[in-house]
C-alpha cells in the first residue's frame, strides 16, 4: 500500500476518491459542484474515472493507486452502483480494507433505494438516511445533502492538516511528536504530568467513597463505556473531573497551572418549591438539571408581512398561562448525561450544542428528561417538560418587545457570516430580553409541530416537522423569528438540534 501521507505532506491538497455507477453520473456532478470551492483553495484534489478511462489492467492499476493515495473516499450507493461488477470487484473491497484499518475516512451517500445501502448504514459514515435517498428528496434538500458532504470534508481536511504537535495539548501522539530531541524532553514532562493529575483525582474518587460507604455500586459509568462516547477523550473526563486544589509538579520540580475544569452538568435542585409558576419575565429555574427561564403569559403577532409565503397570514396567538423555556439549546454535556452517548458531527465538548439529531431522537430525549423530573417531587405534578410548540417557540424568540434595532445580527448569533462554519458554545452571544441565548443561529432547534399552513394546531398531520432559528451556515434571513424551517422526522443534520420547554399539563 501507498502511504497517503507520504505522497500528501501538509500544505499540499488531501485526494478525495469518488467512487459511483456511471449511470449515476448525474449525481456525481451535482457534488462536484458543491465540492469545487474545496478544490479551488487547494484543500482537496478530486479522482473519479470520469477522464476516458478504459476497462483493462492499466485502468485497475489507476483505481488501485487513486484509493491508496486517497485519504477521504465517497462514495455514491444506489442500485447501478451496488450492481456494478467491477465495483464489487476492484473499488470497494479495497476502500472497506483501508476505511477498516483507519487508512482512509469513508463516507456514502443514499442515492437510492438498495440492499447495500441498509447494510452500509451501520457500517460507515452516512450523511444522510438510507430510508429516504436522495433520488426522493426535492432540489432544496439534495442540495442541503450535498452542502452537507462539502462541510464533512473540509472539516476532516483541516483536522488532517493541523500540525501534529501543539506545546498546549498533552498527549498527542508520540511517533508524530518526535520532532526533534527538545520536543521529546518536553512531551515526556508532559507525560508525566498527565499520569500525576490522574494518580491524584483517582485517590480523590478513592477518598470520597472511603468517606461515603453510603454511595451505590455501579452509579457512575465504566471508563470504558465513557471513552467510546464520540469526541470523549482522556483529557475531558480529566477536564470534568474534581480539580485539584494544589499544582502538580512535574519531574523537574517546577510547578504547572491546573488545566481549566470544564463545567459539569448541574444536578437537580432537592428542595423546589411545590409552585413551578414563574413570576416575573427573566427568572431562573433549574428544573431536571437544566436551566430554564420564565416566559410570562402575553399574546404575540405570530408570522411576518415581509418574510417566506409560509410565514402568512400573520395571526394572533394568546398564552394564558406562562412556560419555562430552556435558557439555552440543550448541550452535549446534556445530551450525553441522559441519553449515554454523543451523535454530534462537532464533538468538540461540553458546553458546544448537541446536534446531529433526529426529531424522533430529540423527542426521546425530552422524554426521557420528562420522566427524570416527574419523579423529582411534588413541585412537578402539573408540569411536562417536552419540545415547544413552535408559536411557544417564537413567542420566547420575541421575548414580549425584544427588538435589534440598534444592534447588529452578529451581536446575537452565530450564523454564514461569523459562524466560521462550525458550532460555537453556548452563551457566547448576547441574550434576548427574557435571558435566552442562541435563539437565533448556532444550531436549528426542532418543535413539537408538523409542518403545516398557518394557523395550525401542534399537532395537525404531516409529513415534515418544523424547526426554528436558523444554523452556524445560514444566511441571516433564516434566522429571523419568523421564519420556518421543516424536514422529514428521520433525517439529521449538523446544524439542528434541540431545545426543550417545560409547560402545565394540557388536558
Request: hydrophobic share 35%; glycine share 8%; proline share 7%.
Amino acid at each position: 500500500m501507498i502511504d497517503p501521507q507520504i505522497l500528501q505532506t501538509e500544505g499540499q491538497p488531501r485526494r478525495v476518491f469518488l467512487s459511483y455507477s456511471r449511470k449515476d453520473k448525474s449525481w456525481l456532478d451535482a457534488l462536484l459542484a458543491h465540492l469545487a470551492p474545496l478544490v479551488d483553495e487547494g484543500l482537496i484534489e478530486l479522482w473519479y474515472d470520469g477522464e476516458g478511462l478504459e476497462m483493462g489492467d492499466v485502468f485497475r492499476k489507476e483505481i488501485r493507486d487513486a484509493i491508496d493515495t486517497s485519504s477521504i473516499a465517497i462514495l455514491l450507493v444506489s442500485r447501478d452502483f451496488q450492481n456494478s461488477s467491477f465495483i464489487k470487484s476492484y473499488e470497494l473491497p479495497r476502500l472497506q480494507e483501508l476505511s477498516d484499518s483507519k487508512a482512509i475516512k469513508l463516507y456514502w451517500i443514499p442515492i437510492g433505494q438498495c440492499l447495500l445501502a441498509e447494510r452500509f448504514q451501520s457500517l460507515y459514515n452516512t450523511i444522510d438516511s438510507p430510508d429516504r435517498p436522495l433520488n426522493e428528496r426535492t432540489q432544496a434538500e439534495v442540495d442541503k445533502a450535498f452542502h452537507q458532504v462539502s462541510r464533512e470534508v473540509e472539516s476532516a481536511v483541516k483536522r488532517e492538516l493541523e500540525p501534529e504537535v501543539q506545546s498546549s495539548t498533552p498527549g498527542g501522539d508520540s511517533a508524530k511528536a518526535l520532532v526533534n530531541e527538545a520536543n521529546s524532553t518536553k512531551k515526556s514532562r508532559v507525560g508525566i504530568w498527565i499520569a500525576s493529575v490522574f494518580l491524584v483525582i483517582a485517590l480523590g474518587v478513592a477518598g470520597f467513597v472511603y468517606l461515603n460507604p453510603g454511595l451505590e455500586a455501579g452509579t457512575e459509568a465504566p471508563l470504558d463505556e465513557v471513552l467510546n462516547f464520540r469526541g470523549i477523550s482522556n483529557s475531558d473526563i480529566a477536564a470534568n473531573s474534581a480539580p485539584v486544589e494544589q499544582p502538580v509538579p512535574d519531574n523537574s520540580g517546577e510547578k504547572v497551572e491546573e488545566p481549566p475544569v470544564t463545567e459539569t452538568l448541574p444536578m437537580p435542585e432537592p428542595t423546589a418549591p411545590d409552585d413551578l409558576m414563574g413570576t416575573l419575565a427573566g427568572e431562573i429555574r433549574e428544573l431536571a438539571g437544566i436551566p430554564f427561564v420564565w416566559c410570562p403569559p402575553g399574546e404575540f403577532q405570530m408570522g411576518s408581512e415581509n418574510g417566506d409565503e409560509d410565514e402568512l397570514p400573520v395571526h394572533p396567538v394568546k398564552f394564558e398561562e406562562g412556560f419555562w423555556m430552556a435558557q439555552t439549546e440543550v448541550t452535549q454535556l446534556q445530551w450525553r448525561s441522559v441519553m449515554n452517548q454523543n451523535p454530534s458531527s462537532f464533538a468538540k465538548g461540553s458546553s458546544f450544542p448537541v446536534e446531529n439529531i433526529t426529531w424522533e431522537e430529540a423527542k426521546d430525549f425530552a422524554e426521557t428528561v420528562n420522566g427524570q423530573f416527574s419523579s423529582g417531587g411534588p413541585e412537578a405534578k402539573g408540569w411536562e417538560i417536552r419540545l415547544p410548540t413552535e408559536a411557544e417557540w417564537e413567542y420566547a424568540c420575541r421575548a414580549g418587545d425584544f427588538s435589534e434595532e440598534g444592534h447588529t445580527l452578529d451581536e446575537f448569533a452565530w450564523y454564514r457570516i461569523n459562524s466560521g462554519s462550525e458550532t460555537h458554545p453556548v452563551k457566547q452571544k448576547r441574550a434576548n430580553s427574557w435571558g435566552l441565548y442562541d435563539m437565533q443561529g448556532n444550531v436549528w432547534e426542532w418543535c413539537l409541530d408538523w409542518y403545516a399552513s398557518y394557523p395550525s394546531q401542534a399537532e395537525a398531520e404531516g409529513d415534515r416537522r418544523i424547526f426554528r432559528g436558523g444554523g452556524w451556515f445560514d444566511e441571516a434571513r433564516h434566522c429571523r423569528p419568523a421564519n420556518r424551517g421543516r424536514y422529514v422526522p428521520t433525517d439529521k443534520s449538523s446544524d439542528t438540534g434541540v431545545r426543550l420547554v417545560c409547560t402545565p399539563v394540557r388536558d
